[in-house]
C-alpha cells in the first residue's frame, strides 16, 4: 500500500480518535483492519498514530503558536488532524523529508477537508518549517535529506496565518 493511502486511513484514525474519544488501541484496530498483508504499511501507521497522539499537547503547542489571532477550537477538526500527522512527521520521523510531509498534509486537506483547508495547512506548515530551519532543528538522515543528529524541539515564534 502506497504510503498516501496509509496516511489517509491514519486521518482516519486520528479523526475517530478525535470525535469518539474511545480508547486509542480500539479505535486503531477498528480503522487498521485491511493491513494485514502489508507490515510496512501496518507498521508505519501505527507508528505515525501513536506518535501522533503520545506528542499531541506538544504538536497543539506548535500549531497555536503559529495562528496568531485564531482561536485553536475553531480550526476545522481535520485541519488539526492532519497538522498534527503533518507535524509528528517533521519532528519524530528523521527518515522523511520535510516536503514530502508537508505536501501530503497538503494534499489531504485539499481532498478531505474545506475549500481554503489547503492554504491553511500549508501556511502553518510552512511557519513551522521556517522556523526549525532558523534554529538548527532539522534532524533529517538520508539520501536527499537534511543531515543532522537529535530529535528537533519545537520553537515559539508566532506567525500570522
Known sequence: MKRRSVREKVMQTLYA?????EPV?????QTLQGFEDDATGRD????LITETVRHSADIDEAIKERVDNWDFKRIAVLDRVI?????????????????????????LAKKYSTEKS???????????????????????TGRGLF????????TSRRTKV
Open 17 to 21: 480518535l478525535e470525535i469518539s474519544r
Open 118 to 140: 489547503g492554504k491553511f495547512v500549508n501556511g502553518v506548515l510552512d511557519a513551522l518549517l521556517s522556523d526549525m530551519k532558523k534554529a538548527g532543528e532539522i534532524h533529517k
Open 147 to 154: 543531515e543532522g543528529g537529535s530529535e528537533p524541539q519545537r
Open 44 to 47: 508505519f501507521a501505527h507508528r
Open 83 to 107: 497538522l498534527r500527522m503533518a507535524i509528528c512527521e517533521l519532528t519524530h520521523f528523521n527518515d522523511i523529508p520535510p516536503k514530502v510531509s508537508v505536501n501530503e498534509a497538503i494534499e
Open 25 to 29: 488501541e480500539q479505535v486503531v484496530t
